[in-house]
């Protein structure tokens, strides 16, 4: 009998964000050895359970959702009843540590920290701090993507011990050109002579778009800003006001033939990100996968 890993997250593809992305690339590489399935929010009120290219995927209904969290009351039902050997819980997810708490599953426990978790000093303290110290004690390894997110994050130093790096992967033809794509890249191209600068990630403020567009008037670029969330109005007003919207083009969440050929038609990729809320992007593996330089944020926990 194969061992069974039940793989929590907070969302699964086709939702798009890099935690579900390397939860995607875990479940499906993982099939040839074990029995891999997925916890994860469903984005409407109804529990689906369907399988999406080979992996089981159990979506719990959601009341309703705040910021980037999916409030789930079944989730910690679903825990307990979607038995494994083996649980890989991905931080940061409020909503599995705190079901994890409530439904005490028998499971060993792999809790992989994609990123540190930056909230207000009292609202951590308060609510978050208790439920991921009591996850940290009770897991039996704590994976990092990276030596530097061991080394820094506060909350890892008495369990540093436990801590096994598992750098980011991808199947590094997922974003290479295909006959049908070809042509939308020389297209992308023949728009304007000047270098393409592309930047892919949710718009929220430790992405640090703004760092990008208050660049753009000292640079001679276009630029094409990929991804939708609550600063996408107001980014735009500001390229209005910094007089760079002719060169600035907001594509929102473009369609995964469309960001394949923007990846391999970009002259080089930025990622501004200006907290320790960004770890290390898998938007960085993606634009490398297509050849693409990358300019990032010298940050402590992405190195």
């Known amino acids: 009998m194969r061992p069974r890993v039940l793989h929590v997250g907070k969302f699964y593809p086709p939702s798009r964000g890099g935690m579900e992305k390397v939860l995607q690339v875990l479940a499906e590489g993982e099939q040839r050895l074990v029995d891999s399935r997925v916890l994860v929010a469903n984005e409407g009120r109804r529990t689906i359970h369907e399988t999406v290219d080979g992996v089981p995927v159990t979506r719990a209904g959601a009341l309703k959702q705040v910021g980037a969290v999916a409030l789930c009351p079944t989730f910690p039902y679903w825990m307990r009843r979607l038995d494994a050997d083996v ?18 599953p028998r499971a060993r426990l792999v809790f992989f ?21 009591r996850m940290l004690k009770r897991a039996d390894r704590i994976i990092v993507t990276s030596p530097r997110t061991a080394e820094v994050a506060a909350e890892l130093q008495p369990f540093r011990h436990k801590c096994v790096v598992v750098p980011l992967a991808l199947d590094a033809s997922q974003h290479a050109i295909t006959p049908a794509i070809a042509p939308r890249v020389a297209e992308i191209r023949a728009e304007s002579p000047d270098p393409l600068i592309l ?5 929220v403020p430790y992405k640090g778009v703004e760092v990008l567009l208050r660049a753009m008037p000292s640079v001679r670029a276009r630029a094409v800003i ?20 002719g060169r600035v083009r907001f594509a929102g969440n ?32 993606e634009a ?3 050849g693409k330089p990358v300019i990032s944020t010298d940050l402590p926990s992405d190195r």
């Open 288 to 290: 490398m996968s297509c």
């Open 254 to 285: 473009a369609a995964p033939d469309e960001l394949t050929a923007l990846y391999n038609a970009c002259d080089l990729f930025v990622l501004p990100s200006v907290t320790r809320q960004e770890a290390f992007g898998m938007v960085q593996l």
């Open 226 to 245: 990929v991804g939708d969330g609550p600063l996408a109005g107001a980014l735009q007003q500001l390229a209005q006001e910094l007089g760079v919207s």
């Open 113 to 133: 920290v994609h990123a540190e978790v930056v909230r207000p000093a009292w609202r951590y303290r308060a609510f978050y701090r208790p439920f991921l110290r």
């Open 199 to 203: 930047f892919v990630g949710r718009l």
């Open 87 to 104: 649980m890989v819980v991905h931080e940061p997810n409020p909503v599995s540590i705190v079901a994890h708490a409530i439904a005490r």
